[in-house]
């Protein structure tokens, strides 16, 4: 039983500090975008609809690499082959 | 015992963590953005509504990767696979 | 009754912990959007109404982030799934 | 008697740091933003009262944030659900 | 007598950092909001009266912050609930 | 069984945290990039294709650095090498 | 002896840290002060009164915060309670 | 069996880290690269042709220190020379 | 012996550790002061005598917080009440 | 054999963090170098040649030593001289 | 013997580092100080025997904080009560 | 054989970081240079003689510090005169 | 042989760290004074020779603090009081 | 033989580290006063002989605080005197 406890402890940590480490950055990124489109479009009204297809691709990308860390979270929570294999040896 | 405890024990300290380290990022980042946005508004008050569109936009995004470290606490917490598994196999 | 103890101070810690450091990205975040606030309002004295307004959306959306913080502390201290079950099967 | 001092020892450390940490964020906001806000009435003083109105709410949101964590401080010395527990059932 | 050495150690050690992590934030707060309230009154030397009020009110609110902090110190060392429970069982 | 479990739960953490700290990097400066993108635009909108262009290609240039780390991080939790070695050994 | 021991090790480390962690921030914050009230001298010296006045005020309440510190630095080293209670049953 | 174990998991942890703290650098540099091209592309579109090859030489040399990082955490998966000689010598 | 020792090893540590750490802020801030009324008085030469009286109390004020750590540090070296105590009772 | 897997643990170990730290000052300082010549070239078109000149010789300069860790890195892993001795001796 | 050892391994490491730390400050604050000063004679030549009398006077203070550590640095070893106790009473 | 493997492997990890860690001042201070200079030249393209002189004389000195780590990084891994002694003690 | 042994590692380490810590700040500050000198230099040509007077002096003051922790360094690996007392007394 | 290997151990770290650890600062430092040096020059060609010779006197001084790092570092290698103590005295 000791294995399945310990792949399962490692994994639940894991799968937290995956997200919260990796929301930080994403997070900070995408404010600054942001921040920038609304000083942007404050100078330029005109341009507001290229601005914001820009900075909607960049919020994508951005974006991207956040669901990087989501799916390596959900993985480890419910698709783990590790847990998997260690719970089908009986453990 | 010992399995289920260790379990619950690893899955309080990494919620708690998640959450409160996943908040920094998105919390700084709307920060800024709101900032910024009024800024803009008070440079060019006959675009308030165009840049308030922009800013709810750009707080949904940045707010959802809030809501993924919420998510995963809150998994954590109420629906955590392994605690699940060893509490059901008599721990 | 070893179970009980380590549940109750890994709980104890981490809801602190959650909370305090959990409110200073949200508290930073505020600061600023507040004293960007006051310089917008010095400004254009005339869009007082509509800053204003901006700003406690913003306000709203930050102080989110530190209500998870606070929610999530609080279930650790009154409403902790793990403490209720082990003290049910009696430690 | 042991889980007694555990739970006790932690809870005190607990307090100690969830305010002390959660008070460095707020301090800071506030500090930010009275700071703009004297150099807003600087620029504008024919509009202190708005000015001054505006800042006493963004200082209450700020200051409710530090409130969160005295809360959650004061409930660890003098409400400690753990603490009760363990000592009613004889420690 | 071991429970009531670690409790005093414990107190001993969360009372002196609770105070001095607790001091850092509202100090260099206070030092901004001075100085720039001295700026803002080199500035606007006629509003003297309106900023002095303002930075007054605003230490008042930043000051609270590391009393909250000097109050749990002062709780820990002279009114600590869990040395006088521990004291008053014989230890 | 040891080395199995021993693997398996290394591999769990690695994978983690290659993908949330190899995040912050490209995060942040696709965030930049971004960023001044939309101030780029807004000062010369007649270069807007010339600019996204580079955006483009600058941003698809930082993105591989994020996904070299994924690629590390799915390595390791479905094609390791370690582990298949040692699995297949009978462990 | 032990207990005295222990009590007394952790006193004189506590002790010391509190008051030189403590004094960082008072200390910078005066320097910033200052700083900043002689460049409004420097700008307005016709207010030099009002300054200075100002400048010793917020000098007064920022020290508090270094006062703060050295009390229960004193406290610790001459008026500890528990090393006192210690010492007083015979250690 | 444990020499194959200790250097197959020290391969692991260190083939993540690799790549996961060598990407920090060359992306937060290749943003700063093209934030900083964007910019001047905006300010001389006339040169965007020189501008364009002189970036696209410099994120060339930027990619190669990623790439020296990626080559390695390669090597210590895939053709690991410790790993095969202990594998070799029947570990 | 061996109270005697730990007392007198913790000592020297703290007594070091408090004047190191406790005059990196003080230094600092002086040095701000000093540098910043420089500044002043090659901008308003006619003021030299109020900006050296103000400088030379600011630096009094910062000082002390210096003097603080010092006082402490000396009183931990050569006024031990801990050391002294346990040395009369034969240690 | 003990040794021998030491010695291998350790080296893999080194020459990643070599690297993958190594890299770090050099990407930065390339981005700002290329950032920096991005701006010149765009100020002044007509001396392009000597600033992409000069930018070429510093790069080099730069690059040289991050091909420092990389040697060093890679005689770690391939031409290891304790390993090697290790080895040669029966390890 | 032993006392005698661990006092004078501690007292040698406090008295490094307690220098080597506390030099850090002053001479960063100096640096500035001494900055300023040549700023501040190159825009007011006619002032330079002020600058450099105030210069002199504050680089004095600054260089106080850093003679308080090297006086510890210096009682540490050559004049350690501590050790001296320990000596005296054969170990 | 232990005295041998200890010393390599500290002579394995030293040689490492010492080369990793000294290359990030260099490679930094490098790239400030090479950045400035070419902000030098395009500021002056009349004295890029003298610029690019006195650059590759600053680059010298920058170098040698980064010389020094790499041949100290050398030493240790070729010519150890610790491993040579206890390798020709027969370990 | 054990007491000698600890001395000498302590203070091996202890010289070495006092003057790699010791030297960051003074370099620091001594390239500030520098930087400064030459700016201030090319501002005001005619006063080259007060300023470079003015520099020396400052840069004697920076270096001195380098030379305490020199000083520190050579008597912790050359006269070492507690070394010699250890060694004279048989270790 | 022990003593001997832990000195050797402890000399090798102490070595590296020095060396690494003492080059950030100077080669900063350095870098600061080049790029100083060439804006300076850009300013004033006609000074250029008396920037570069105070840069070079400038260098000089900083490259001191470097070569006190080496020094130390050499001394620790070749003719460090615990070592020769311990190695004389049989180990």
Excluded: K
């Excluded at 921040?35 to 994508?60: C, H, K, S, W, Y």
């Amino acid at each position: 039983m000791d294995s399945l406890t310990l792949i399962g402890m490692v994994s639940v940590v894991t799968a937290g500090l995956t997200i919260s480490i990796g929301c930080i950055g994403p997070a900070l990124a995408e404010g600054r975008a942001v921040a920038q489109a609304l000083m942007a479009i404050a100078q330029q009204p005109d341009e507001a609809a290229t601005l914001t297809r820009t900075l909607f691709v960049g919020l994508a990308m951005i974006e991207s690499t956040a669901i990087y860390c989501f799916v390596v979270s959900m993985i480890l929570i419910f698709a783990n082959p590790f847990w998997d294999h260690v719970a089908a040896t009986g453990g």
